[in-house]
Nanobody, 117 residues
């Protein structure tokens, strides 16, 4: 059974940076496109960024491109999200999972990012 574990969140001041990690155990991501999603209090889950595990092609929410960078380490079966120039509106719980709904596994606990102004 695949388990996704997100980590790297925390409290940071506006303008700061964080790097999130998403580690998968149980099987490799192989040909799947994996993404980061976030959910702010009182809001729906929103797409942040995604990466094709095989080709490395990346996709971003338009409003976040330029500040966030997604990457992966095939050997570690781990995906990362480098977040720079953080804003208070980036405050949310961040989750990783397959981009395509039919390929998703159980959601992990997520990692909380809080950006203070």
């Amino acid at each position: 059974q695949v388990q996704l574990v997100e980590s790297g969140g925390g409290l940071v001041q506006a303008g700061g940076s964080l790097r999130l990690s998403c580690a998968a155990s149980g099987r490799t991501f192989s040909s799947t496109t994996i993404g980061w999603f976030r959910q702010a209090p009182g809001k729906e889950l929103a797409f942040v960024a995604a990466i094709s595990w095989s080709s490395g092609s990346t996709y971003y929410a338009h409003s976040l491109k330029g500040r966030f960078t997604i990457s992966r380490d095939n050997a570690k079966n781990t995906m990362y999200l480098q977040m720079n120039s953080l804003k208070p509106e980036d405050t949310a719980a961040y989750y990783c999972n397959a981009l395509i709904v039919s390929a998703r596994v159980a959601w992990g606990q997520g990692t909380q990012v809080t950006v203070s102004s």
